[in-house]
């Protein structure tokens, strides 16, 4: 009887040590597990050919990296370009609603000019991405605001406001992301030859407006159609999520 209890004790000490183990290996396991996935997660901002912004979430992975200079701006490398809009649109621009991301520049152009009134005034081919924030808006579609801000281009060329460089629209319609999330873009030719294209695409919270703003900007034609395969293939990488 004695042997029997000696041995039932033994069992379970044998027991205990086994779950133990397990328990010591399951969680070393799950540590390993865990360490891996947090070594694994994407990182974020910008990093070679890839940018994931995790305040606006979206991300882009085929960024102009070969021949290309890539930097993260904010709104005071812009801010001078934005408020000089005041003069030529005729309203007030709110540089507080505007929260300016990326500036991207061909090498072969210059040295890189990270204030966005001197990359104009050079006339620099230029990718720039930026987020417009509205807390009340009418605009439901990225369409509507295109559609709403090429009236207003319309009206501005019909009374002169825009002198010599008068603007016309060449181009337009819907796009889609890469995780088919719906957006808009319109090209527009100034008379002096300035060619620019943007893709515009809106998200809202429950009381902001989120505008995201993809723009192409060249001096002239050529530079236009140089740099047009660049941009689309950038923009075909553009999905609303960091992962």
Known sequence: MLNCEKNVIIFLLCLLVM???CADESSDNVLSSVTKENLSLPKLGLHGSEYRNQRYLFKLLG???NNWTVQEISNKNTSDAFLDWEEIF???VEVNEMDSLLLME???ESDFVYQLVDVLENKLPHILIWIEKQTVSDINTPKDYVEGLLETIEFLNEVGALRENALKVTGQGKILSADRVGGYYYDIVADD????????????TSNTFYIYHYDLWTPDQASYEKYLQIYNQMLSTLAFNTQ
């Open 193 to 204: 030859g300035r060619h620019s294209k943007a893709s515009l695409f809106m998200r809202s």
């Open 106 to 108: 061909p090498v072969a």
């Open 90 to 92: 005729g309203f007030k």
């Open 63 to 65: 960024l102009p990296v």
């Open 19 to 21: 779950l133990f183990s």
